[in-house]
């Protein structure tokens, strides 16, 4: 293998409509090839977008550990989430505090982990997969 081993890639997104309202979580993983091999689509009741937001991660990471992947790239587009995760903020939300936990402890489980902020329009297919779920509802 060259120096830059090949990742699994997983686009999350969370939505909520009312913040705090309904809400869902989306996430599209990709393995080493770039081939989709699952996704994500769910309703998870009431909670904020921020909420949302790290559930869809832990959904994400979840589901990757379940399928083998190793080295995995976390990609979303909520900046707070991602600088929270990168350390550059602190999480003072109680409530965020847990799921950051969760997201910390699954993060371990990796042998390699990263996470990156994309633009909303290159996180489409998280998006649709979040949406499609609260549209079931």
Known sequence: MGAAAAKWVIYVDGASRGNPGPASVGA??????G???????????????????????????????????????????????????????KVRNPSLRRLFGRVKDLQWRFTSFSVRHVRRD?????????NEALDRG
């Not at 599209?28 to 090839?33: I, K, R, T, V, Y």
């Not at 998870?44 to 959904?59: D, K, L, M, P, V």
């Not at 290159?122 to 979040?130: I, T």
Request: without cysteine.
């Open 28 to 33: 599209a993983l990709f393995d080493e090839a």
């Open 35 to 89: 081939k989709e091999v699952h996704t994500v689509s769910r309703r998870i009741g009431r909670a904020t977008n921020n909420e949302a937001e790290y559930r869809a991660a832990i959904a994400g990471l979840e589901a990757a550990l379940a399928l083998g992947a190793r080295d995995v790239e976390l990609r979303m587009d909520s900046e707070l989430v991602v600088r929270q995760l990168d350390s550059r903020y």
């Open 122 to 130: 290159g996180n489409r297919r998280a998006d649709k997969l979040a």
